[in-house]
């Protein structure tokens, strides 16, 4: 399994001093497994798709919020005739997928439709578990205003849980835990600090305090904290990154190979599994 953090950044995209070792395109991971290349959200992080070959493609929402789907227009293989995209995401109130996809992707607010382009997008209503190939993906419902969901993708006896847009909460945490239970890789919304949460309960998002917690329970083997807050910098991140490491309590941070066990995904960072 390859994974790549295509976009970390919550809520807008950034640019800038300061906005450059964790990136500023907003929320996409890339997983390559067998003859699948999975896309988890298509937030602007999308536009940088590397070369998937003849992979099978898709494209699994979290939720629609603007963050997660602002890169669709520019997803490069859009451009491909005939190139067939699994688009899945969960009905939205009385919208499908294909609703969803069209609010955006419309007159006025964009000047095409999803059909315009060369691709073939083929939409689904999501109905969760799918199977592709030897790829299996799961899912649970997060905490988060609107709903969305945590994902959970399995091949070959690896897995890889993205619980973006989660706002922790005691109640409902253990589902969380049993959801995450032994995952290779736990990818984890970790926006605000703890003193910033105080006045942000209800927007949907966790410190990472809430995600050591999680991985600790869970026997998550790594974290990858991601939807970094726009107003947060390179320095600040990293201070966050080695209060979050001194929470998870070892004294080595890593397995020796330079890959940190607890970490803030950096721009377009890859994990081989
Ligand atoms: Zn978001
Ligand atoms: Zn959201």
Request: hydrophobic share 35%.
């Amino acid at each position: 399994m390859r994974i790549t953090i295509l976009g970390a950044r919550g809520s807008i995209p950034t640019e800038g001093e300061g906005m450059i070792e964790f990136g500023g395109s907003t929320s996409c991971v890339l997983i390559e497994a067998g003859d699948q290349a999975v896309f988890l959200d298509a937030g602007t992080g999308i536009m940088n798709a590397p070369d998937v070959g003849t992979k099978q493609i898709s494209i699994f929402l979290t939720h629609p919020h603007l963050d997660h789907i602002l890169g669709l227009p520019f997803f490069p293989y859009l451009q491909q005739k005939n190139k067939r995209i699994d688009f899945y995401a969960k009905r939205s109130g009385t919208h499908s997928a294909k609703e969803l996809v069209g609010e955006v992707l419309s007159p006025p607010l964009w000047p095409c439709r999803a059909d315009d382009y060369p691709a073939d997008i083929v939409f689904h209503d999501m109905a969760l578990p799918v199977r592709m190939g030897d790829v299996l993906v799961e899912g649970i419902a997060s905490n988060h205003p609107g709903g969305g969901t945590v994902y959970r993708v399995t091949f070959s006896q690896r897995s890889v849980v993205y619980a973006t847009d989660y706002e922790y909460d005691p109640p409902k945490a253990s589902e969380l835990v049993e959801f995450a239970r032994g995952t290779d890789l736990l990818m984890m919304d970790g926006q605000y600090t703890r003193d910033e949460l105080e006045g942000k309960r209800g927007y949907g998002h966790s410190a990472p305090e809430s995600g050591i917690r999680i991985m600790k329970e869970s026997g998550a083997k790594m974290i990858r904290f991601v939807h970094h807050d726009p107003m947060h910098r390179d320095d600040f991140l990293r201070r966050m990154e080695a209060e979050a490491a001194e929470l998870y309590g070892t004294d080595e941070n890593g397995s020796g190979d330079g890959i940190k066990t607890v970490a803030f995904a950096r721009k377009e960072e890859v994990i081989i599994l």
